[in-house]
C-alpha cells in the first residue's frame, strides 16, 4: 500500500458528534408539523449519512406510521414537501449548539497535518452547515478543501464526491486516504479506488462497523500516527 498524499476526511461521526443537533433539529421540525414528537436519539442515529434528504424523509414517514392517523398520499406528500424547510430552520438554529469534537479528533489531523497530507472534509451534510460547523469547532483551519453534499450530482457512497476532492488536492485515488465512521464511506472509497480506515465510535446506521471491509479501524483519530494504512510501505 502506498504512502498517502492527501486525506479526506468525514464530518459527522468522525470528527464531530452531532447526533444530538439532528436530534433537535427533526424534535423541531415534527413538532411544526404537527407530528408526534419527539423521536429518540437511538432512532436518529439510524438514519444519519445518507444526507438531510434521506434523514428528514425517513423520519417524517415513521412519524406518519406512528401518528396512525390515517394520513391520505397527497397529505404525506405535502408533509414531506414542507419537512424539508422546516428542518433547514430548526437545524440552521442549532447547528454546533449541542455538538462536540471527538476526543482525539483534531489530535489526529494534526498528525495528518504534520505528515504532510492536504486534507479535504466531504460530508452528505449541507455545505454551508459542515463550514460553520467546522468554524465554530475550530477545525476548519486544518482542511485545503471542504465538500458538502450539496457539493456534486452524487453523495456518497456514490465514488463521485472523492473522485473530485482528488481532483481538488490534486491526489491520485490510490495515494489518497479516506477516513470515516461508516459503510458509506468504506463503500465510496472502494469504488473510488481509495484506502479507507474507519473510527469503530461513529454512526454506521446502527449497525457494527467492524463488519464493514476496510483497510483499518481506530478507536480514536489519534491513533492514525501508528497506523499501517497512514505510514504506507512503499512509493
Sequence with gaps: MLKPTAAIVDLDGTLVDTLDDFTAALNGMLTELALPAPVPREVV???VGKGSEFLVHSIVNRAVVSANAGFSAIEIEALLASAGAAYQRHYRAVNGQFARVYAGAEAGLQIMKAAGL???CVTNKPGAFARE???AKGLAGYFDEVFGGDAFERKKPDPL???KACEALGSV????LVVGDSSNDAQAARAAGCPVVLVTYGYNHGEPVRAVHADGFVDSLAELGA???LLGNGG
Excluded: G, I, M, Q
Design 45 to 47: 442515529e439510524r438514519y
Design 118 to 120: 492536504k486534507l479535504a
Design 161 to 163: 464526491p472523492l473522485l
Design 227 to 229: 497506523s499501517p494504512v
Design 173 to 176: 485515488p490510490a495515494r489518497t
Design 133 to 135: 460547523l467546522l468554524v
